[in-house]
């Protein structure tokens, strides 16, 4: 147990108390945490960019220690995308710094008069002016912060916003260590309209240290180095995906009309290798599944970290872009500005798309598919809120609203915020799971990929015998639903305990049975069934946050496009002249054609109603009676 750090910035105060064990025996920390102090603390119908909503910092169980994978950190807050539950999680070393300070968490409540930044030490939070930041990108705050030694940590670390959360833009990121985002449902609007430009940590020791824990790394860390499921992460990061999702069809294209591309040698894992100038990952990570990319501009050579599978296809195939040239440099512009890549991608090939139906015209941009210029230019303009910028950057839900004459048909979206780059026709899990995510359209939420990866092993030691042949067949939508609720609850504990899904439910190389020992040695005696309670008991309390706000059965649906329009898949051949990938004839089609089945037996395994909304018998099982009094009857 550490600290919570209480600021207030409408006051100009911060007070530190220590965190309550209940607090962490009920909910662990990390998005746990999170939850429930955003669930106590913001008022039903607050405004996500008024001075009621407040935005938590929370690390996790594992943060500050050398655990593997445990670079995590959550960013917590009611969502100016969705208007519900809203939080985004990011890597890199910042998480690991603020929990070497003593803090479990740090509140941020009301809103400055003035931009200021949180100075982050030993047991001690202090308000700063941030007027020499205010205007700035998140590269220039990160070297005024850290000075030139900043990339090695030595100084510290750091967390802000750039331009877009100054704007106020609906899809606005918070940026640390430079090119990591937390990014999902716009925090870093919150934190513009608080008028908070970063969070910048310095810890005055290494973190916490424990012989018998010392152990439970050392083999965990050699387990996973060796597990044969890792390798793809270990060898090329995420981009590893790109190939094989094209050949199966799940390689989301030009706005979901398509799901595979015939330029995918330009940008699979071998391809991207040539950009790369040296290998990356985040503190504490054996796996090390990240990169430094470099690529010549007309200013000279721009280096950035990544890109990641998401950012590629959502500013690759997504807007229907070839050129990993302009998917790298469209990358670093969206951390200097702090975008969220995933919505970035998303909102360009929507107006791409309105272009192409005639809704929608740039003065300046062709707006035309593949086109540079206008993947360039609209990061831009969608920055600082100008021209067509200002019609896309609250996100594409809100977009179509604004260009009207049937525009929303195109706007690939669930709850108002964009869709990952699934494609749920093929990947009919994930289909569900963007649907029925509380934080809105969702990977990382449930990340049910288990048949996908033919990952019988773990189907296995998780699921019903009887149930196992159906589950893992990826187009049988029969059992999705299981695939999913469990998938929420291990997700909702990885998160938890501020380490990363790679570990866990990408590939289930560590099971929840995995971390029992070094939990107990940190004082938490669980089995697995009382550990999985943890994680259903987060996944019901957002769920009721979002029940408080109105949400019920109608904001678990995903756009038409998925359940009334068959995408094509296509054979992927070799041109016997020249050797390169190539679309050949049309071997299948994929569509979910059972989505409301999939959504009654999601409820029922949730301890739902038909509606979606949790029943009283649910909440007393899981402890949420307090919290659910007053929302569910």
Not at 85 to 114: I, K, L, S, T
Not at 583 to 611: A, K, P, T, V
Request: proline letters at 6%.
């Amino acid at each position: 147990m550490a600290n919570i750090a209480w600021v207030d910035l409408t006051n100009n105060t911060v007070e530190v108390k220590k965190t309550d064990p209940q607090l962490l025996a009920h909910f662990l920390g990390g998005r746990g945490l999170g939850a429930k102090l955003v669930y106590d603390l913001v008022p039903p119908g607050a405004d996500p960019l008024g001075p009621d909503n407040v935005i938590v910092f929370t690390g996790g169980v594992f943060s500050g220690t050398p655990w593997p994978t445990a670079s995590r950190y959550h960013v917590t807050f009611k969502s100016p995308a969705t208007g519900g539950m809203g939080y985004a999680n990011a890597g890199g070393g910042f998480g690991p710094e603020v929990a070497m300070c003593g803090f479990d968490a740090v509140v941020v409540r009301g809103q400055a008069p003035q931009p200021v930044y949180l100075e982050i030490t030993d047991d001690a939070v202090a308000i700063r002016p941030a007027d020499h930041l205010w205007g700035q990108t998140t590269s220039f705050v990160h070297d005024a912060l850290l000075g030139e030694d900043g990339h090695s940590g030595r100084n510290g670390r750091v967390a802000c916003i750039g331009q877009a959360g100054e704007n106020l833009s609906r899809i606005a990121a918070v940026i640390n260590d430079y090119g990591r985002a937390a990014a999902r449902s716009g925090p870093g609007a919150v934190m513009g309209s608080k008028r908070l430009k970063a969070l910048y940590a310095k810890a005055g020791s290494k973190g916490k240290s424990n012989p018998e824990l010392a152990q439970h790394i050392k083999a965990t860390s050699q387990h996973l180095l060796k597990d044969p499921k890792m390798q793809g992460l270990i060898n090329d990061g995420t981009v590893f995906l790109m190939r094989p999702k094209n050949i199966s069809g799940d390689l989301p294209a030009k706005n979901h009309q398509l799901a595979q591309v015939p330029f995918i040698d330009a940008m699979d894992s071998t391809a991207l290798k040539t950009y790369r100038t040296k290998r990356m990952g985040c503190r504490f990570c054996p796996v090390r599944c990240s990169c430094e990319s470099a690529v010549e501009t007309k200013d000279g050579v721009m280096h950035i970290e990544g890109p990641e599978y998401e950012t590629t296809d959502a500013l690759g195939p997504m807007c229907w872009n070839s050129d990993v040239n302009v998917i790298i440099r469209s990358n670093a512009l969206c951390n200097e500005y702090g975008l969220d890549t995933i919505s970035t991608g998303v909102i360009i090939a929507f107006a791409m798309e309105c272009h192409e139906k005639g809704l929608l015209d740039d003065p300046e941009l062709s707006l035309e598919w593949g086109d540079a210029a206008t993947i360039l230019g609209m990061i831009e303009q969608m920055a600082y809120r100008k021209g067509t910028g200002a019609i896309l950057t609250d996100g594409v839900k809100v977009a179509a609203e604004r260009i009207g004459h049937g525009a929303e048909y195109y706007a690939m979206h669930v709850k108002g915020l964009e869709l990952p780059r699934q494609e749920p026709r093929i990947a009919k899990g994930f289909g569900l799971g963007h649907a029925t995510s509380n934080r809105g359209a969702d990977h990382l939420y449930g990340m049910p990929a288990i048949d996908l990866g033919g990952n019988f092993g773990a189907a296995r030691e998780i699921f019903d015998p009887a149930i196992i042949d159906e589950l893992m067949q990826p187009a049988n939508e029969k059992y999705k639903p299981d695939m999913l609720a469990y998938g929420e609850h291990y997700c909702a504990i990885t998160d938890s305990f501020g380490i990363c899904k790679f570990s866990t439910v990408e590939e289930y190389s560590l099971l929840p049975r995995d971390f029992l020992p070094a939990l107990a040695v940190m004082g938490f005696e669980l089995d697995e069934p009382g550990l999985l309670a943890i994680g259903e008991r987060i996944v019901n309390l957002e769920r009721l946050f979002n029940v408080r706000e109105g949400f019920d059965r109608a904001n678990d649906q995903l756009p038409k496009r998925f359940t009334q329009e068959p995408v094509p898949i296509y054979a992927n051949e070799r041109d016997p002249e020249t050797g390169a990938t190539r679309l050949g004839e049309q071997i299948g089609s994929g569509l979910l054609e059972h989505f409301d089945e999939m959504l009654d037996r999601y409820y029922m395994l949730r301890g739902w109603d038909r509606n979606g909304r949790p029943l009283p018998e649910t909440m007393q099982r899981l402890g949420l009676q307090e919290e659910a009094r007053g929302v569910i009857t």
